[in-house]
């Protein structure tokens, strides 16, 4: 499995506090994805990053922000969360040198719950 | 329309029987395609990439067809431990570390 890990697992918030996700990978991979997993929607992609402080929006980027500092970490940040930012969050990497460079390993999700 | 469309199903069978899913996709410039595999409450795994030419791994079996813009996963002598959602997946513009489009699923449930 990819070396991916991603913090915290589970949290529970209120609205209108700040919340941020941490991804984290250990396989130099260059490209670090946020999606969002929501019954009757499938995987989103809120934002993505293609090299350190590069990024870029996804579909359903409101309410996101994201910064890259470093290779290894992907961090997603909700400024004011709301009800509808409830979720699963999960990271992915890709661009590590398979063979076909756009497949995606993932980490193994956040549950966020904002009341 | 959606992206890329799947059966949602469940689809329901016996242990043993052979399953075929279908996907359609929208975009006809659309370059990598692949099968996830997720079961309850995991993320997503890569079961296979689906190569122009068609490809196997095991029970399992790829196929891709741009004119009609279909992938189909075949699973051969289904097992319990099969059970799960398969997500069709697409990338609409061949790039490195381009961005997927996620059906949004067809649920197999195998059974004894």
């Known amino acids: 499995d990819a070396g991916i890990t991603q913090s915290p697992r589970h949290k529970v918030t209120e609205t209108g506090t700040p919340v941020t996700l941490r991804c984290h990978q250990t396989?130099?991979?260059?490209?670090m994805y946020w999606y969002r997993q929501d019954p009757g929607h499938g995987l989103r992609l809120i934002h993505y990053?293609?090299?350190?402080?590069?990024?870029d929006k996804g579909e359903v980027s409101d309410g996101y922000s994201v910064s890259r500092s470093k290779t290894e970490d992907f961090l997603l940040t909700l400024e004011s969360a709301t009800s509808s930012q409830t979720s699963v969050y999960f990271c992915?990497?890709?661009?590590?040198?398979?063979?076909?460079?756009?497949?995606?390993?993932f980490g193994p999700g956040t549950r966020l719950t904002v009341l | 329309r959606k992206e890329v469309e799947q059966d949602p199903g469940p689809f329901n069978v016996p242990e043993g029987a052979t399953v075929a899913f279908n996907c359609t996709y929208s975009?006809?410039?659309?370059?990598?395609f692949f099968w996830y595999r997720q079961d309850c409450r995991k993320e997503p795994k890569l079961l296979m990439s689906?190569?122009?030419s068609g490809n196997e791994d095991g029970r399992f079996t790829a196929q891709l067809n741009r004119a009609s813009q279909y992938i189909s996963l075949l699973i051969r002598d289904s097992k319990l431990s099969d059970s799960a959602t398969y997500l069709c997946?697409?990338?609409?513009?061949?790039?490195?570390?381009?961005?997927?489009?996620f059906g949004q699923g067809t649920e197999l449930s195998v059974k004894p």
């Open positions: 975009n006809s410039a659309s370059q990598s």
């Open positions: 990053s293609y090299g350190v402080k590069d990024t």
């Open positions: 997946v697409v990338n609409p513009i061949y790039n490195q570390g381009g961005k997927l489009i």
């Open positions: 689906v190569y122009s």
């Open positions: 992915a990497i890709s661009g590590g040198g398979s063979k076909v460079y756009n497949e995606q390993f």
């Open positions: 396989e130099n991979h260059r490209y």
